[in-house]
């Protein structure tokens, strides 16, 4: 079993946040029930019995986006492309394409919410 097994990166505004995520991952987010009834989320494709964690944007009152402890990074097959597209989409580059030698690169930027989160590619 992998140790993670789910991500919620909280947000505001969620319309914002999936535009930049859409964007930054060229992706789309669907969106998911949350059973409470308490939160509105947005899921990333996810195919839950692969390898690795399934994830969303959550937008609830118990908890709320802001630079911390946690980051995800999400697998991108050149970060650079990530960079370029950072500050189009509405977020902040804070430390450019660097690498993390064997395991590859590595890119952190800021969201549009204010979280801190990374791309790691090989390239």
């Known amino acids: 079993m ?3 097994g789910w991500f919620d990166i909280y947000v505001d ?11 930054m991952l060229e992706t789309k987010l669907d969106p998911i029930i949350d059973p409470t009834g308490e939160s509105q989320m ?11 964690a399934g994830g969303a944007l959550t937008k609830t009152p118990h908890a709320g986006p802001g630079v911390g402890g946690t980051i995800v990074y999400f697998m991108v097959e050149d970060c650079a492309v990530q960079q370029q597209r ?15 030698g064997e395991f590859g690169w590595v890119l952190l930027c800021q969201d549009t919410e204010g979280n801190m989160i990374g791309f790691n590619s090989m390239t």
């Open 86 to 100: 950072a500050q189009e989409a509405g977020g902040t580059v804070i430390r450019p394409k660097f690498s993390i």
């Open 42 to 52: 947005m899921s990333f494709p996810a195919e839950m019995s692969a390898y690795g």
């Open 2 to 4: 992998n140790a993670v």
């Open 13 to 23: 505004n969620m319309d914002r946040a999936v535009a930049f995520y859409e964007a």
